[in-house]
């Protein structure tokens, strides 16, 4: 992974979120904004308040109907512990019904681990600050990722000439908060991509030579600490 400049209140490891949630929410016609506004105002700082790391909201630029963002956590018994603190505290007990309105369907949601150790998002900065955009690609695997040389392959084909901010394989750890489905018995492996502007957005490749694969296509909200504006460390070559 390059290291990258990414925003956050204070200096953390660039080791941070051994453990990630890609999560996508189909939302009722109209009630992104809505969701945006409430997300960023209510639900970062409480999130983080009892343990996990509230990491990048986004607009799908290709549905107006989808609010896609990403948390992690320390490990998987952190991430129970700090849902059931979460989700069982003030703040969600608040604003569940007005959050809830806004949604069709919350259960699209990938539980992710480093493909590497070193390729987990660097993060540092503030947040307040976003600027270009994000994508997400993610590759359906047959097998999981260390059986198909894919984490290899990805680091001579494409990294060197990509602003990698991540690089992520399935997590296969039982979901130790069934309270909150995750897509399960899938393999697959994500990047993320920093975009300065619409000209690099529009190069976003796909790359399906080990299975389908999709681009996601993302706006960083005015909170979001991953966002396309950063300067990556060229002495470092992907994940």
Not at 80 to 94: M, T
Not at 123 to 128: E, F
Not at 142 to 166: D, M
Not at 198 to 225: F, H, K, M, N
């Amino acid at each position: 992974m390059r290291k990258v400049g990414l925003t956050l209140e204070a200096s953390v490891s660039p080791d941070l979120c051994p453990v990630v949630e890609l999560r996508r929410y189909a939302l009722r016609a109209g009630e992104r904004e809505t969701l945006i506004e409430l997300f960023d105002r209510e639900f970062v700082e409480t999130q983080e308040a009892v343990g996990m790391r509230v990491l990048g909201q986004f607009r799908d630029l290709d549905d107006p109907d989808s609010f896609v963002w990403l948390r992690g956590f320390d490990d998987m018994e952190t991430r129970e512990r700090a849902l059931a603190a979460f989700y069982g505290g003030p703040a969600w007990k608040e604003h569940a019904r007005a959050a809830n309105a806004t949604m069709i369907d919350s259960d699209d949601v990938l539980l992710l681990r480093p493909a590497r150790p070193e390729s987990a998002f660097a993060l540092d900065g503030r947040r307040g600050q976003p600027s270009g955009f994000v994508t997400a690609n993610v590759v359906q695997l047959e097998a999981p990722a260390e059986e198909t040389g894919i984490v290899a392959a990805f680091q001579e084909e494409i990294a060197p000439t990509a602003p990698i901010l991540g690089c992520f394989v399935t997590e296969p750890s039982e979901n130790t908060f069934p309270a909150l489905p995750v897509r399960e018995g899938e393999e697959v492996f994500v990047w993320f991509e920093a975009h300065a502007d619409r000209a690099s957005l529009d190069r976003a490749r796909v790359w399906d030579a080990y299975g389908p694969s999709q681009v996601i296509r993302l706006e960083p909200t005015t909170r979001s600490l991953l966002h396309g504006g950063v300067t990556a460390d060229p002495n470092h070559g992907g994940c």
